[in-house]
């Protein structure tokens, strides 16, 4: 019975309601034509029999019209017109079986006689229905059944979309960031043996992280932070100590999910525009703090600020805030969108999250497609 668990339920509900329709119809016929017509007991068991060759037939039915729906609408419209006269004389027959055949009249004079008998009686035009109607239930599940595919198609269209323009964000990031961390390094090789190799190794933990952020969606706050901080130990080897990097963390928050080097591209533009050009540097700050399940990011310097000949303003500042910001709406909505402050005493960028409603939209996600 494989073959009838795989039929999708929407079908076996229309199927069931039709024949439960139709025994009600043939119920009522039999009970009125046995009290007031004919007081005969086989007029109870003919309309048994024949409800039991129409449920059968609506089951053929619908395998007809499922058929016929894979050619042209006109073969379609034949093909009916052709299904309502075989079913026609089908139930026609069988009609003839229960009510005259076994009663003696077996001749094929008799046959035609109560066919043309049906045709010109409301028989004809039950029969005609029932075949209609079926068919009519057919096609309207069928549309709504296609509409639903069609939504199912744009929301795993959307979906790809999502996840392609994510991709390419974070292909975009993830070189830009390598390349100036290479650039950062690139004095210090034939300096100083060790420190290269420290700063090899620390540069091999960057470019792990940087590349391991392509296999998944989202990884634990404790691991941006890791990142953050080796990329820190880089730059410090630049920057000597002009460079002081402070973070502020509820331990609460380290096991939150978010998209990969989200925090990188923020911390770049603060070494860049805020501390570098300054000549005594400065500091800078990473805190994440909770409230409920809002998490609150926020980083910032004490540099240049506003003083800066490049303001960042979340538009003139490079590619990667401008797709820092779009990964953060892509992932948690507009709500989340990065705001960044500019004044004399420095940069603040910050943007918040709900944790919550990520870890629903996740699952949410993952049914989705499953279902699809």
Same mark, same amino acid.
């Given at each position: 019975?494989?073959?009838?668990?795989?039929? *999708?339920?929407?079908?076996?509900?229309?199927?069931?309601?039709?024949?439960?329709?139709?025994?009600?119809? #043939?119920?009522?016929?039999?009970?009125?034509?046995?009290?007031?017509?004919? *007081?005969?007991?086989?007029?109870?068991?003919?309309?048994?029999?024949?409800?039991?060759? $129409?449920?059968? #037939?609506?089951?053929?039915?619908?395998?007809?019209?499922?058929?016929? #729906?894979?050619?042209?609408?006109?073969?379609?419209?034949? %093909?009916?017109?052709? !299904?309502?006269?075989?079913?026609?004389?089908?139930? !026609?027959? $069988?009609?003839?079986?229960?009510?005259?055949?076994?009663?003696?009249?077996?001749? #094929?004079?008799?046959?035609?006689?109560?066919?043309?008998?049906?045709?010109?009686?409301?028989?004809?035009?039950?029969?005609?229905?029932?075949?209609?109607? =079926?068919?009519?239930?057919?096609?309207?599940? /069928?549309?709504?059944?296609?509409?639903?595919?069609?939504?199912?198609?744009?929301?795993?269209?959307?979906?790809?979309?999502?996840?392609?323009?994510?991709?390419?964000?974070? &292909?975009?990031?993830?070189?830009?960031?390598?390349?100036?961390?290479?650039?950062?390094?690139? =004095?210090?090789?034939? @300096?100083?043996?060790?420190?290269? /190799?420290?700063?090899?190794?620390?540069?091999?933990?960057?470019? /792990?992280?940087?590349l391991d &952020?392509?296999?998944?969606?989202?990884?634990?706050?404790?691991?941006?932070? +890791?990142?953050?901080?080796?990329?820190?130990?880089?730059?410090?080897?630049?920057?000597?100590?002009?460079?002081?990097?402070?973070?502020?963390?509820?331990?609460?928050? $380290?096991?939150?999910?978010? *998209?990969?080097?989200?925090?990188? *591209?923020?911390?770049?533009?603060?070494?860049?525009? %805020?501390? !570098?050009?300054?000549?005594? !540097?400065?500091?800078?700050?990473?805190?994440?703090?909770?409230s409920g399940?809002?998490?609150?990011?926020e980083v910032?310097?004490?540099?240049?600020?506003?003083?800066?000949?490049?303001?960042?303003? %979340?538009?003139? @500042?490079?590619?990667?805030?401008?797709? =820092?910001?779009?990964? $953060?709406?892509?992932?948690?909505?507009?709500?989340?969108?990065?705001?960044?402050?500019?004044?004399?005493? %420095?940069?603040?960028?910050?943007?918040?999250?709900?944790?919550?409603?990520?870890?629903?939209?996740?699952?949410?996600?993952?049914?989705?497609? +499953?279902?699809?």
């Amino acid at each position: 019975m494989k073959w009838f668990e795989s039929i *999708p339920r929407i079908w076996k509900r229309a199927y069931l309601l039709i024949c439960i329709w139709y025994a009600l119809n #043939f119920t009522v016929s039999a009970v009125v034509e046995f009290k007031f017509v004919n *007081p005969e007991y086989y007029v109870l068991w003919t309309a048994f029999f024949l409800f039991e060759s $129409l449920c059968v #037939f609506i089951l053929l039915i619908f395998l007809w019209a499922h058929w016929l #729906f894979n050619f042209r609408p006109v073969f379609q419209i034949v %093909g009916h017109v052709a !299904g309502i006269i075989v079913f026609f004389l089908v139930m !026609g027959t $069988l009609s003839y079986y229960f009510r005259d055949y076994l009663e003696g009249f077996t001749y #094929f004079e008799h046959w035609t006689e109560y066919m043309i008998g049906m045709v010109s009686s409301w028989d004809a035009l039950r029969i005609h229905d029932q075949y209609i109607i =079926t068919v009519g239930v057919y096609y309207v599940i /069928r549309y709504f059944h296609g509409l639903q595919g069609q939504e199912r198609e744009k929301s795993e269209l959307a979906i790809r979309n999502k996840e392609m323009q994510i991709s390419l964000l974070k &292909s975009q990031i993830n070189p830009h960031f390598l390349f100036n961390t290479l650039n950062s390094i690139s =004095t210090l090789v034939n @300096s100083s043996k060790d420190q290269a /190799r420290k700063v090899i190794t620390q540069l091999s933990d960057v470019f /792990r992280y940087a590349l391991d &952020s392509h296999n998944g969606e989202m990884v634990k706050l404790i691991y941006e932070i +890791q990142f953050i901080e080796n990329y820190i130990r880089i730059q410090q080897v630049r920057f000597g100590d002009r460079l002081k990097f402070e973070k502020v963390i509820d331990p609460t928050c $380290l096991s939150i999910d978010i *998209p990969p080097m989200i925090l990188q *591209p923020l911390v770049e533009n603060a070494v860049k525009y %805020g501390i !570098g050009p300054k000549e005594d !540097g400065g500091t800078i700050s990473l805190t994440v703090r909770r409230s409920g399940s809002i998490i609150y990011f926020e980083v910032k310097d004490d540099g240049l600020g506003s003083n800066a000949k490049k303001v960042m303003d %979340g538009s003139s @500042s490079g590619v990667g805030m401008i797709n =820092t910001d779009l990964r $953060l709406k892509s992932y948690f909505g507009p709500q989340s969108q990065l705001r960044v402050r500019s004044t004399e005493l %420095g940069y603040s960028v910050s943007f918040f999250i709900d944790a919550k409603k990520e870890q629903n939209k996740i699952v949410s996600e993952i049914y989705e497609k +499953q279902i699809l």
